[in-house]
T-cell receptor
Framework: AQSVTQLDSHVSVSEGTPVLLRCNYS??????LFWYVQHPNKGLQLLLK??????LVKGINGFEAEFKKSETSFHLTKPSAHMSDAAEYFC???????????????FGKGTLLTVNP | NAGVTQTPKFQVLKTGQSMTLQCAQD?????MYWYRQDPGMGLRLIYY???????DKGEVPNGYNVSRLNKREFSLRLESAAPSQTSVYFC???????????????FGDGTRLSIL
């Protein structure tokens, strides 16, 4: 069965410093992986996705993530945090349901990013 | 440029009351989903509709029913609301959904539901 672990429930950074949000996954097959962002009182917005092409994936707003199969990780980074990056971030894995042909999304529990001035 | 529209945005119910949450998408997507979001739990799938005319249970379907009215609309009904159903409910859609791994989902802004 697939699972997603976001290693930090809360990350706090200063504006202009790097951001690292960590995600580990487990999967029986070859998964697709996504990062979504959720601003207060809003729905989830897709930041980026990995689908077995390049292992370094670039997304919107300067975010990128690197798929490392040997470490089963898909960490999200940004070189320089902006105040507008303050939000909750979700790592998501899409993989086949056990014994089935359908794909299932599994969400991590989220990491709240705080950006201090 | 509406995307996924959910109504209402907020609702307060008493235990035992019923209500229907509405969702509509204008992206011609085949698949639609209902999730609930609780603090520290991430999103959990309640029901999904892979295509018009089909619905299936997700991870937490008890206490809910759904209707895929047409390709655009997918409603979620609480027949007899319970305090444990206090949550934020999100509707989402995707072009091909569960048959392909790489399709992202597009989310509405949510319905915040409190049950007293």
């Amino acid at each position: 069965a697939q699972s997603v672990t976001q290693l930090d429930s809360h990350v706090s950074v200063s504006e202009g410093t790097p951001v690292l949000l960590r995600c580990n996954y487990s999967s029986s097959y070859s998964p697709s992986l996504f990062w979504y962002v959720q601003h207060p009182n809003k729905g989830l917005q897709l930041l980026l996705k990995y689908t077995s092409a390049a292992t370094l994936v670039k997304g919107i707003n300067g975010f990128e993530a690197e798929f490392k199969k040997s470490e089963t990780s898909f960490h999200l980074t940004k070189p320089s945090a902006h105040m507008s990056d303050a939000a909750e971030y979700f790592c998501v894995v899409s993989d086949r349901s056990s014994g089935g042909s359908n794909y299932k999304l599994t969400f991590g529990k989220g990491t709240l990013l705080t950006v201090n001035p | 440029n509406a995307g996924v529209t959910q109504t209402p945005k907020f609702q307060v119910l008493k235990t035992g009351q019923s209500m229907t949450l509405q969702c509509a998408q204008d992206m011609n997507h085949n698949s639609m989903y209902w999730y609930r979001q609780d603090p520290g739990m991430g999103l959990r799938l309640i029901y999904y509709s892979a295509s018009e005319g089909t619905t299936d249970k997700g991870e937490v379907p008890n206490g809910y029913n759904v209707s895929r009215l047409n390709k655009r609309e997918f409603s979620l009904r609480l027949e007899s609301a319970a305090p444990s159903q206090t949550s934020v409910y999100f509707c989402a859609s995707s072009s091909t959904g569960i048959f392909f791994s790489n399709q992202p989902q597009h989310f509405g802004d949510g319905t915040r539901l409190s049950i007293l």
